[in-house]
T-cell receptor
């Protein structure tokens, strides 16, 4: 069964600190992996998208990595800001249905001053 | 560009009532989607459409219906509301397999 699991479920860090969020997936055959940011009460917004051949992609202070062999991805946030407080969702799609996304349940990040 | 807009933002229904959640996009995207998000869970695909006049079931279609008469609009219909349909509903659109753009969501409570 195609699944996406994220850890930790929630995380609290101090402003200015770095953090790393994890994503493991069992989706096969793999097409691409996306990280979305979802602010409270809002729809998800895309941060990065990576295909099988990419192992790192950055978007400002966000850096995503992908290891397609171990089926793991991480999202690293550098020098966190209060506005980074949100849920971060890992989303994977399969080759045979690449517009049908499989969503993880997200990591809820709280950045404290 | 407004992107993806959804109405209403909030709604409370009684069991057995019906309603339509509206979704409109102004990006000329062929693909549109309806998801539901339950607390602590990942988004689940209800229905999707790859173009006007074409719709198909997603992972959790029971209790819902959709239509796609234009490229811009993709309404979601609940016929006989049940407490299990209490959720936050998101509409999204994309140009093929590219990034999906989400609307702000509709929070629905069925009592």
């Amino acid at each position: 069964k195609n699944q996406v699991e994220q850890s930790p479920q929630s995380l609290i860090i101090l402003e200015g600190k770095n953090c790393t969020l994890q994503c493991n997936y069992t989706v096969s055959p793999f097409s691409n992996l996306r990280w979305y940011k979802q602010d409270t009460g809002r729809g998800p917004v895309s941060l990065t998208i990576m295909t099988f051949s990419e192992n790192t992609k950055s978007n400002g202070r966000y850096t995503a990595t992908l290891d397609a062999d171990t089926k793991q991805s991480s999202l690293h946030i550098t020098a966190s800001q209060l506005s980074d407080s949100a849920s971060y969702i890992c989303v994977v799609s399969a080759v045979d249905s690449s517009y049908k996304l499989i969503f993880g349940s997200g990591t809820r990040l709280l950045v404290r001053p | 560009n407004a992107g993806v807009t959804q109405t209403p933002k909030f709604r409370i229904l009684k069991i057995g009532q019906s309603m339509t959640l509206q979704c409109t996009q102004d990006m000329n995207h062929n693909y549109m989607y309806w998801y539901r998000q339950d607390p602590g869970m990942g988004l689940k695909l209800i229905y999707y459409s790859v173009g006007a006049g074409i719709t198909d079931k997603g992972e959790v279609p029971n209790g819902y219906n959709v239509s796609r008469s234009t490229t811009e609009d993709f309404p979601l219909r609940l016929e006989l509301a049940a407490p299990s349909q209490t959720s936050v509903y998101f509409c999204a659109s994309s140009s093929g397999t590219d990034t999906q753009y989400f609307g702000p969501g509709t929070r629905l409570t069925v009592l």
